[in-house]
């Protein structure tokens, strides 16, 4: 029953996606599937239950999720470049462009085309696609918790001090402002 509940709690969030219109929270999709307004208000708890985590692994499984990031950060993309030729000198060879393409860490050449219009030849040629992969190396160091705000210490003086010790230096110091 839950898990069919967040099932619909899921359905609804998703349902006006790519249809133009804005898409709802994933608060008002849980009142519409019959929760209660003050759990509604907090997703990060309904996020945490088992019925959500289990719908999760079935329709995004860990497999699948580290399946598509390995291909991220694997990415790449088709490229062009011109290699212009100027009048009254030697056309660059295809063996030449190879070498220049291939010599920049990742590239691959595929093929080259003479471009009369372009005034040379164009290679197309795979390069890595460094967006894709900075965003798969952004969100794999957030997960593990590298970045330097996840592993923000308080060093103040009164981070140690109880409540109750610091209730005393409150009251201590507005008796000092009195005076």
Not at 76 to 86: A, L
Not at 95 to 104: A, C, D
Not at 150 to 159: A, G, I, R
Request: glycine share 6%; proline share 4%.
């Amino acid at each position: 029953m839950a898990k069919e509940r967040a099932k619909i709690v899921l359905d609804n969030f998703l349902g006006n996606r790519g249809k133009g219109k804005k898409p709802k929270s994933l608060g008002k999709a849980m009142i519409k599937a019959g929760y209660s307004e003050a759990y509604a208000k907090n997703p990060d708890q309904f996020r945490k239950s088992k019925a959500w985590k289990q719908l999760m692994e079935e329709y995004l499984p860990e497999e699948s999720l580290l399946a598509k990031h390995k291909e991220l950060l694997n990415s790449s993309e088709v490229q062009d470049f011109v290699f212009h030729t100027e009048k009254g000198k030697k056309a660059i060879t295809d063996k030449e462009i190879k070498t220049i393409v291939e010599s920049i860490p990742g590239c691959r050449l595929i093929y080259i085309k003479v471009e009369r219009y372009l005034g040379g030849k164009v290679a197309y040629y795979q390069a890595p696609d460094s967006k894709a992969r900075d965003a798969a190396l952004d969100k794999a160091y957030k997960l593990r918790g590298k970045y330097a705000p996840e592993k923000w210490q308080d060093v103040t003086p009164y981070s140690k001090l109880s409540n109750k010790e610091l209730a005393e230096k409150i009251e201590l110091a507005k008796q000092k402002l009195k005076k």
